[in-house]
């Protein structure tokens, strides 16, 4: 079954919610829904262009599946626009998402949707961020529902074709180094159908139907059953002829006990325990009917799960780990103990194992017993997020060969990587200075809160123990100097404080110095580069407010921060 991704984006997007998008990035309604309009079947096509091989189709469908992407989106967005923090938290995720697809073009298709709407590169880019995560969500929530699979992607994204022929332009196709718009049209078809022959299509179960009787046939007397089965009634009454003369012997008088023959309850037995277990049996019957449409009722209105399960661990230096998991039945967590209480033994147990009815169920723990050796590496450390593998520490050393080993154990269904910090830098890098652009060209916007949005996107990656500017943020920082420069002179100061975060590893107090000492070095920076020096302030907060996980590396990179926090002009 395949779905009008298109015909549902609209419905999403009604008026009501491009008119309060329109009025958080600052365009009226119908610039707003030119710009939604143009990013649907631009970012369609990079979808499409993705899963145009085995391999891309795979990673998308990981991406589409992965944490970063709300199944929701859908009855969720018109509450995310009310809430500036909601709506900069779904731009990033969406910005995150237009990396994956698109890899270094998105400043380039966020330069062709300003071209060719009139909108700012920034809000451009920032509008094609929403959608993006929409589109994404729609596709999540198809599969999910329908229990989809990898092979059936390239038949869905084909069916999408013709609104994407129909609505791409050169402009938008060549930015995202898709030839031109007809040249793309004339060739996807037949990629996606390609793919689709090479990818796995598991055969459903076949389950038994069952065949209404017809009414004739219901009315055929059925002589060989009650042949077959007519002895439990008869055991049925003379359970309830016992159970009944009891009764009536311990309710009578002692005169009338005496005066009633055994003739007379042989006599009197038969007909009314008869009469009792037809009573019985229809009152039985009666309840069944009546409650199966109410248990049905029941099942269909229960809410389907929709949150990924969870599993994450640390393994201290004697080999033991520390975990934690959220799963969605008692059941999955009395699993998962199992298997641990055998492979660590009950007294040297540290599990934080949480139920939660909202989570899906986890495919990880099938593959459990081949996950358990890696919870004795000392130094490992690994995050599962639905079908999302993440390795740190000790198990990301290609010389211990985990990786690979995970990846044969789990298969293609499993996204399995390893954290890279040099990676994460750059890829942060890359999404800053396509940010930038917009909010340096014309158009860009001086609102703190904007500014603030964008300088956030850098990573400031700050050597162990030091609080010196480190020279890969150098030019970033440059840049934002720069930014801010600009709106200064243009009468239109910014005002930010710098906060520094710390992850929680090592003493709380030193933590918050060191992340004091670190936000004042960037606004020195900063000043050193020109910028106002009134129109910027520093803090540190040590390891409050955590944006993520402190059990695994990338947790505690992204715990590590330097934040730009808009303030009162």
């Given at each position: 079954m395949s779905i009008n991704v298109f015909k549902l984006l609209e419905t999403v997007l009604n008026e009501d919610v491009v008119r309060n998008l329109g009025t958080a990035v600052g365009l009226s309604p119908d610039l707003t829904r030119k710009v939604t309009d143009a990013a649907a079947p631009a970012l369609m096509a990079a979808i499409m262009h993705r899963g145009s091989t085995a391999d891309g189709a795979r990673s998308l469908f990981s991406a589409i599946q992965s944490p970063d992407v709300d199944a929701h989106i859908g009855k969720q967005l018109p509450?995310?626009?009310g809430s500036t923090t909601d709506l900069a938290r779904l731009e990033a995720t969406g910005r995150g998402l237009l990396q994956k697809l698109t890899g270094d073009r998105v400043g380039a298709l966020a330069e062709a949707l300003a071209s060719q709407t009139g909108a700012s590169p920034l809000t451009s880019l920032s509008l094609c961020s929403v959608v993006g995560a929409t589109l994404m969500g729609l596709l999540k929530q198809h599969f999910s529902t329908s229990q989809g699979f990898v092979g059936q992607l390239p038949t869905l994204l084909g069916h999408q074709a013709p609104t994407v022929s129909a609505r791409l332009t050169d402009r938008i196709a060549d930015a995202l180094g898709l030839g031109s718009a007809a040249t793309f049209g004339s060739v996807i078809l037949s990629k996606l159908k390609d793919v689709s022959a090479h990818l796995d299509h598991p055969v459903p179960p076949v389950r038994p139907v069952s065949v209404p009787v017809s009414p004739l046939a219901a009315d055929q007397p059925t002589l060989a059953p009650r042949r077959k089965h007519g002895w439990l009634w008869w055991v049925l009454a003379l359970i309830v002829a016992a159970l009944a003369w009891l009764l009536l012997r311990s309710c009578s008088s002692p005169h009338d006990q005496v005066a009633q023959t055994a003739t007379h309850d042989k006599a009197a037995a038969a007909p009314a325990a008869e009469q009792t277990a037809s009573a019985t049996a229809a009152s039985a019957s009666a309840a069944s009917a009546a409650s199966t449409p109410a248990i049905a009722a029941s099942a269909a209105a229960a809410p389907a799960p929709t949150a990924d399960s969870h599993l994450s661990f640390t393994v201290d230096k004697n080999g033991l780990p520390a975990i934690k998991a959220t799963v969605g039945s008692e059941a999955e967590k009395q699993q998962l103990l199992d298997a641990l209480k055998k492979k660590f033994g009950a007294t040297n147990l540290n599990a934080d194992i949480t139920v939660d009815?909202?989570?899906?169920?986890?495919?990880?723990?099938a593959h459990l017993d081949g996950l358990l050796p890696l919870m004795a590496q000392p130094g490992a450390e690994v995050k599962i997020d639905g079908n999302h593998l993440e390795l740190s520490g000790t198990a990301a050393d290609a010389k211990l060969g985990w990786l690979d080993k995970l990846k044969g154990l789990f298969g293609p269904a499993f996204d399995i990587g390893v954290f890279n910090v040099q990676q994460a830098v750059a890829d942060?890098?890359?999404?800053?200075?396509?940010?930038?652009?917009g909010l340096l060209g014309n158009g860009g916007s001086c609102a703190s809160a904007d500014v603030a949005k964008v300088l956030n996107l850098q990573v400031v990656n700050f050597a162990a123990g030091s609080a010196k500017v480190p020279v890969s943020a150098a030019d970033d920082l440059r840049q934002s100097a720069s930014a801010l420069k600009t709106c200064a002179n243009a009468g239109k100061p910014v005002q930010l404080e710098v906060?520094?975060?710390?992850?929680?590893?090592g003493n709380a107090q030193a933590n918050a110095a060191l992340s004091r000492r670190r936000a004042e070095s960037v606004r020195t920076f900063l000043v050193a580069q020109g910028v106002p020096a009134r129109t910027l302030s520093s803090q540190g907060y040590g390891a409050e407010r955590p944006v993520d996980s402190n059990d695994t590396e990338s947790g505690r990179f992204h715990n590590r921060r330097i934040e730009f926090a808009s303030q009162a002009q």
């Open positions: 509450y995310l626009l009815p909202a989570t899906k169920p986890a495919g990880w723990l942060a890098t890359q999404s800053f200075r396509a940010a930038l652009g906060a520094g975060y710390s992850d929680n590893i």
